[in-house]
Nanobody
Framework: QVQLVESGGGLVQAGGSLRLSCAASGDTFTRYNMGWFRQAPGKEREFVAAISGSAIRYYADSVKGRFAISRDNAKNTVFLQMNSLKPEDTAVYYC???????????????????WGQGTQVTVSS
């Protein structure tokens, strides 16, 4: 079992930056695949970014070049650095974890085993 707790959300003006954190506990973190998803009101939860146990990174086209995912295994934490934020980035951001194993589709939420409760990010225009 893995427990995930997101933090770092808040209100920011367009063009600003935020760094989200996801603290993991309950199991070995190092080899887990980690992802960030977001969900805006009335919309489906969508993929944002993912990082594998070997630190391979993946991004949705909508955030590529603006967001950066990273992990600090010593701190059992994954981060999402968000720069040049836009109003359309407004959403609840969720951290997700997938047990190590075979290859998977990083953008598919059903591929992930554990989820945090989310943190609200609001970008004003």
């Amino acid at each position: 079992q893995v427990q995930l707790v997101e933090s770092g959300g808040g209100l920011v003006q367009a063009g600003g930056s935020l760094r989200l954190s996801c603290a993991a506990s309950g199991d070995t973190f190092t080899r887990y695949n980690m992802g960030w998803f977001r969900q805006a009101p009335g919309k489906e939860r969508e993929f944002v970014a993912a990082i594998s146990g070997s630190a391979i990174r993946y991004y949705a086209d909508s955030v590529k070049g603006r967001f950066a995912i990273s992990r600090d295994n010593a701190k059992n934490t994954v981060f999402l650095q968000m720069n040049s934020l836009k109003p359309e980035d407004t959403a609840v951001y969720y951290c997700a974890a997938r047990r190590p194993g075979s290859s998977y589709v990083v953008s598919e939420r059903l591929e992930f085993d554990y989820w945090g409760q989310g943190t609200q990010v609001t970008v004003s225009s």
